[in-house]
């Protein structure tokens, strides 16, 4: 295949992952404000559904990039090394603080919702108030701003 | 929970005599026969064992409990695990110190081998001053929410309707999630037992035994999970509470079960063979096996005793005990499994 069909395959896969992870930023934004546990449920599972299609973007946007890469012979560049080292850095970094933080907002929500009293309203809503999704949309945006001035400037 | 069988072994110590009277106890309020091992060939002559479990059987019976005995030339540890796996047995009952020369403050080499080969539940007795054992009045049990550990409060609470003992839960960990845990424990509990909760922060083993100490509690229980494999070596918690709890601790069989270990209404993943089966028995006793990989991204589902569901762990996915899924992202179901009981 020419470098230019890998190139659309990973911009695809670019794609398809910023609309998939956008769904999942979107619920988490939109949870801050919810108080009603089955809403946040329901917020959640509307996160998780779109799993599937961020995991299959991400294989589609390394894969199309690698081999793109080695196209134009551009792994002899630091740009496309340190693009991929921030990628799985913020991944790797990302899934324990979202998965750790959001798991227990599903717990909670999910024992409230089958009528549990361990949980008060104001406690629910000192979890909600997280400051959590703020910091996963700033690691997120800034890490993608960062690799996208790297793939358009390739500075060095 | 049912005891039908306890296998108790012995080398005629003082040391094994305080173990000796804990299982009596046991096996006394349980209606369970125990099986007396003495193993001969290391440091104890045929003469000394044979010797040894005629006393502890004579005892037993004084009791009114059920007794069989045996000798067996082997390591001792290997003979109590061998006799345990061909009796069916329910429980095993040793000392910490364990028979012969053992370290001080240390679990001894026959109880340590035991507590991470059993094929059913270990009872470890604390033979640390030999003192004359008390019944068991109070017991505590840790939990962390997990299914595994679900089933250890299951079991605890069982014990305890046998025992007539009260019984406290603990979690250690995040304070919101404590909450509704030992809120669900309490709630679930089988039986009648009295029961209080305890909230802790910091480092399982360590708030574990602190409160164990504090409270005066008769026997620790706790789930075998972390038991066995390489997880012994990073010293899971079930594994430092045997060694550093000071008092017994009753390690539940809650990972490495078999078919037959599944009681009626509950479920759980089980080994048969090489392989492992997500099994549930209903109230009828009929067994409903399935696939353990969730259909979404072949994660292993937990068994949810409360809903009787199968949850993944990873992204949420729900199935029905038979395997139906009920809740995504998963779309199929899980599929049957072809297990056979005699």
């Known amino acids: 295949m ?130 959590r999704p703020f910091i996963l949309a700033g690691l997120g945006f800034g890490s993608l701003g960062f690799i996208l001035y790297l793939m358009v400037l390739k500075p060095f | 929970m049912s005891y039908r069988t306890i296998v108790f072994g012995t080398d005629g110590s003082d040391t094994a005599a305080v173990a000796q009277a804990a299982a009596f106890g ?36 004084q009791r009114g409990v059920k007794v069989r005995t045996l000798v067996v030339e082997a390591p001792a540890a290997e003979a109590i695990l061998h006799v345990a796996s061909t009796e069916d047995a329910g429980a095993i009952v040793v000392g910490s110190r364990g028979m012969g020369p053992a370290r001080r403050l240390h679990l001894g080499d026959v109880p340590d081998r035991v507590a991470h080969g059993a094929p059913c539940d270990v009872l470890i007795v604390d033979t640390s001053d030999e003192r004359k054992p008390a019944p068991i009045r109070t017991m505590l049990v840790g939990t962390d929410g997990s299914p595994t550990a679900t089933e250890a409060t ?117 080994t048969i063979g090489s392989r492992t089966v997500a099994g549930y028995r209903d109230e009828q006793g009929v067994l409903h096996a399935v696939s353990p990989r969730c259909t979404h991204m072949g994660c292993t589902v937990d068994w949810n005793d409360r809903e009787k569901t199968w949850d993944c762990p990873c992204h949420g996915s729900r199935y029905r005990w038979d395997g139906a899924v009920t809740h995504g992202p998963a779309k199929r179901d899980l599929a049957p499994e072809d297990v056979s009981e005699s």
Not at chain 2, 30 to 37: P, R, T
């Open chain 2, 26 to 61: 046991l096996a006394s309020r349980a209606d369970a026969e125990v099986v007396i091992v003495s193993a001969f060939g290391g440091t104890l002559a045929r003469d000394a064992a044979e010797a040894a479990v005629a006393a502890a059987a004579s005892l037993a019976e």
């Open chain 1, 2 to 131: 020419t470098f230019l069909w890998w190139k659309f395959i990973h911009l695809a896969g670019v794609f398809g992952f910023l609309l998939s992870h956008g769904i999942s930023a979107g619920a988490s934004l939109r949870l801050r404000r919810e108080r009603d546990p089955a809403r946040v449920l329901a917020l959640a599972d509307l996160s998780q559904a779109s799993i599937t299609w961020l995991y299959g973007s991400m294989v589609g946007l390394l894969a199309g990039g690698v081999i793109a890469g080695f196209k134009i012979h551009a792994w002899g560049q630091g740009w496309i090394w340190v693009s991929l080292a921030v990628f799985l850095a913020v991944t790797a970094s990302m899934y324990p603080l979202a998965s750790n933080y959001y798991r227990k907002v599903r717990f909670v929500a999910k024992a409230m919702a089958d009528g549990s009293t361990a949980v008060s309203q104001e406690q629910f809503a000192s979890l909600l108030r997280s400051s």
């Open chain 2, 154 to 270: 299951r079991k605890a609470f069982e014990l305890a309707e046998i025992l007539r003992a009260a019984v406290t839960v603990i979690y250690v960990g995040d304070p919101m999630v404590g909450a509704i845990v030992l809120e669900q424990a309490i709630k679930d509990r089988p039986g009648e037992a009295r029961a209080e909760t305890l909230l802790e922060q910091g480092d399982p083993a360590d708030r574990i035994r602190e409160a164990a100490a504090r409270t005066g509690v008769d026997l620790i229980v706790v789930g075998n999970k972390g038991m066995a494999g390489a997880r012994r070596f990073l010293g899971s918690v079930p594994d430092r509470v045997a060694h550093e709890a000071p008092t017994d601790v009753l390690i539940v069989k809650t990972v490495g079960r078999a078919l037959e270990d599944l009681a009626p209404g509950h479920g759980g993943i089980v």
